[in-house]
């Protein structure tokens, strides 16, 4: 046998390229719909996706098993990702978002302060790539809707170009 042997990889990891973007899962539930058969299970996933260099998207979606669930969501969230204008490490200005009955307030952070935030907010802004923010949530402690509010904030910055 010669020392150059080659593997064979499947086809099925060629066909995916990388496109450097990071998943992470947020959120995990077990959903039930009543038939008139019984009770039917499903799985919900909320999947955040970003590459770390300001765009981020979250996708929501639902399989009969979980990782249906997260490669459904994941495809989504790639689908719905959004340009965030980082200045000098941080958000451009204050900024207060409302989704639902979620409230989200984000602020600037000098540099070296890390993300102060808490829960589904942090993840957001991890992997959008902001490394200095100071945010809290101020409505409801729904993960959904305080993710869906985060994005929105990030979506309506004013930046001078």
Do not use: C, W, Y
């Amino acid at each position: 046998m010669s020392p150059e042997v080659s593997f064979r990889r499947s086809k099925r990891f060629d066909r995916r390229p990388d496109d450097g973007l990071d998943q992470k899962v947020i959120d995990i539930s077990r959903v039930t719909r009543v038939m008139a058969g019984g009770k039917r299970m499903r799985f919900r996933a909320l999947v955040v996706v970003g590459d770390h260099q300001g765009k981020v998207g979250a996708g929501l979606a639902k399989g009969a098993d979980v990782s249906m669930a997260v490669n459904k969501a994941t495809t989504k969230a790639k689908k719905h990702m959004i340009r965030v204008p980082v200045a000098k490490d941080t958000i451009p200005h204050q900024i207060i978002a409302k989704f639902g009955s979620s409230r989200v307030l984000l602020k600037p952070a000098p540099l070296g302060t890390g993300i102060i935030a808490g829960g589904p907010i942090r993840v957001v802004l991890g992997v959008a790539g902001i490394p200095n923010v100071v945010s809290k949530m101020l409505g409801s402690p729904n993960k959904i809707n305080n993710v869906r509010a985060v994005l929105k904030a990030l979506q309506s910055f004013k930046v001078k170009i």
